[in-house]
């Protein structure tokens, strides 16, 4: 049999005779596994696909209809024999059919192939015909349906271009450009349409109508989108301006043409604009986050799957924190830049695909991410950097490396494995001229310095970042640096003859004024508290109950303490009961070492227990010092309490 959903779904025995798959249901039951491309789909998840709200009898409702579509696939099939082609597996149906029976499946193995071999692609024209109109036509729009439309549709606009470009390489496609006209007036969004669409009235001995092509492309991506044209989009203006020979096809050669330079692309983008304003800090940096918000849905507005790829994966500015500043906004950030990567595919553009699966990276903070979406951002970062490499792209790699960075706080720890990063990070931004992460890479090997107590080489990467901050106008630096200098005076109030504990709390209160102003809620919002508890727990005093303070993320690891230090132990044991399992950000080994505090002085040995086991990777570390901003003192010092209360010191 062979089945066809390039349209409407419809089925046909081998001798060319209709095969009737009932009501809409039946043929939403075949198109679902049919876009499972003969993997098997569970029963849960038919269900869940087929009805929005399921009734108690939908998993009999589906059991019947893949029995009437049994009957209707194989109707000569001998009673109580096994079924050969809607087949039951596990807990769910597969279809098991040649990829060649299915039509949606023939066109991708076809366009797979011209993608690996170019001088297949002019001949994708016999497989475009397999197209009747949209996909899965007849079917009600679910979500699978939407996506696999989505999807599917992407894949066709690839192959008609793709076709195009190989017609225009080989010399061939006459009519080609009234065929592009049509294809840019359908979808306007589609830069690589309408340079196509150039290339081709070029050819044609139409230089001033090509040129003009270019410059409505460049106005309605700058002036409604905010994005620059594409470097190639740029190569070519300039090959048609100076009359290249690398517009001919082979064994031609084409008019010498004006030498003219290119004009101007006019004024920064949105997207270039932000991406400055990102690194200003303040009132621009959240300015800058609303306007990449407005321009990735405009993009995707204009359903040009390339385009809200470029726009997403732009806004490549370092990032060192493990917390959003805008935990809706980067959710918003991540579910788009997951659209786009499911309707590019797996065969989509490597750098394109890199760069989205960087952002996921870079804006699922661990903070606010857990759980399948904790996995899915620790597999994009690993794939991002992955891609990265293979294409020999630093800027890339660069941005991929925060990915991981951020994605590096799995256990307490790590803080060795995170300076490997920012010696990488280093390595390729002074080598390859990213001044911005240049002083990523120094910012992240000062806090994994600070991690491990190395407070000297910290001071050394702090200077250095100062340094190239201040010659790339780099605000932010400062307000970080301020905050290490502190957590130094902190640490060194201890020492006999040090500054005393006041001179740290004051530290730590004007860098915080700074930070107040700095644009970075996610990073200011509970910091002085928590550095001024850990000062205390330095010098052995009880948690400040300052009733003004705003304990932020950091409450339930810091109420028992503070609860304690009101006399108020019966609280103090519930709210420890309360607290949950430390985030995996730069805070963790602080909020650990909190709890370890805690069920000491409170005797729980349960709670000790899990917090030792927890800190014993990071018994080299310092609480708290993993961002470089405030200290709690070694973590043995925690940790050994733990332990003692849990009955298992050595």
Not at 391 to 403: E, Q, V, Y
Not at 446 to 453: E, T
């Amino acid at each position: 049999m062979r089945i066809e959903v390039l349209g409407a779904v419809q089925a046909w025995h081998d001798d060319g005779r209709p095969i009737s798959l009932g009501g809409p249901r039946h043929r939403e039951v075949l198109g679902r596994l049919v876009a499972a491309q003969g993997r098997m789909v569970t029963t849960d998840a038919l269900v869940d696909d087929l009805w929005d709200d399921p009734p108690s009898s939908a998993v009999g409702a589906l059991r019947t209809f893949v029995a009437a579509l049994r009957r209707a696939v194989e109707p000569d099939r001998p009673p109580r024999t096994p079924p050969r082609v809607l087949v039951t597996q596990g807990t769910g149906y597969l279809l098991r059919l040649p990829r060649e029976a299915v039509d949606a499946h023939r066109f991708q193995d076809a366009l797979t192939a011209a993608r690996r071999s170019p001088d297949t692609a002019a001949g994708l024209g016999e497989t475009l015909a397999l197209w009747r109109g949209p996909a899965y036509a007849d079917l009600p729009g679910s979500s699978w349906v939407e996506h696999e439309r989505l999807r599917l549709e992407e894949l066709r606009l690839q192959a008609v271009e793709l076709r195009a470009d190989a017609l225009l390489a080989s010399g061939g496609g006459a009519g080609l450009a009234a065929e592009l006209a049509g294809h840019v007036a359908e979808h306007p969004w589609r830069e690589p349409a309408w340079g196509l669409l150039a290339r081709a009235l070029h050819r044609d001995g139409r230089r001033a109508e090509a040129l003009a092509t270019l410059r409505r492309a460049r106005t309605m991506l700058v002036e409604q989108l905010g994005l620059d044209p594409s470097p190639r989009m740029q190569r070519l203006e300039t090959d048609i301006l100076t009359g290249s020979p690398d517009l001919d096809p082979p064994g031609e050669h084409g008019p010498t043409g004006s030498t003219t330079t290119r004009t101007p692309l006019g004024p920064r983008t949105t997207v270039d604009v932000a991406r400055t304003l990102a690194l200003a800090g303040g009132d621009a940096l959240v300015g800058s986050r609303r306007d990449r918000l407005t321009a990735i849905v405009a993009a995707e507005r204009t359903g040009d799957v390339t385009l809200t790829a470029r726009v997403i994966g732009a806004y490549d500015v370092p990032a060192i924190w493990s917390r959003a500043d805008d935990p809706d906004q980067a959710r918003a950030v991540v579910a788009a830049a997951e659209r786009t990567l499911r309707r590019i595919g797996p065969d989509g553009p490597a750098d394109l695909r890199a760069r989205l699966l960087a952002t996921v990276a870079t804006e699922s903070r661990s903070a606010d991410t857990t759980g399948a979406a904790l996995e899915t951002a620790h597999t994009a970062a690993r794939a991002a950097q992955a891609l990265a490499r293979d294409l020999k792209d630093p800027a890339l790699l660069a941005f991929a490396l925060n990915g991981v960075f951020l994605q590096s706080f799995t256990r307490p720890g790590l803080a060795a494995r995170r300076d490997e990063i920012g010696a990488e990070l280093l390595t390729v931004a002074c080598h390859h001229g990213l001044p911005a992460f240049a002083i990523l890479g120094h910012l992240v090997r000062l806090q994994s310095a600070s991690a491990l107590g190395e407070l000297g080489t910290a001071a050394e990467h702090a200077a250095a970042a100062e340094a190239l901050a201040a010659a790339h106008e780099s605000p932010l630096v400062p307000v970080l640096t301020a905050w290490f200098r502190a957590r130094v005076t902190a640490a060194r109030s201890t020492e006999p003859g040090g500054p005393t504990a006041a001179t740290a709390a004051a530290a730590y209160r004007a860098a915080d004024g700074d930070l107040a102003t700095s644009g970075m809620p996610g990073l200011h919002r509970g910091l002085l508290p928590l550095a001024l508890l850990g000062l205390r727990l330095l010098h052995g005093r009880p948690a400040p109950t300052d009733p003004g303070l705003d304990w932020g993320p950091y409450l339930p690891w810091a109420a028992p303490l503070v609860l304690l230090a009101q006399d108020r132990a019966a609280q103090a044991r519930a709210a420890l009961a309360a607290a949950p399992e430390p985030p995996g950000d730069h805070m963790q080994e602080a909020l650990w070492c909190l709890t370890a505090h805690a069920a000491a002085a409170l005797d729980r040995p349960d709670v000790a227990a899990r917090a030792a086991t927890a800190l014993r990777g990071a018994r080299a570390e310092h609480a708290g010092a993993a961002g470089g901003m405030l200290t709690l003192g070694p973590v043995e010092r925690y940790l050994t309490e733990a332990e003692v209360c849990a009955g298992t010191a050595r």
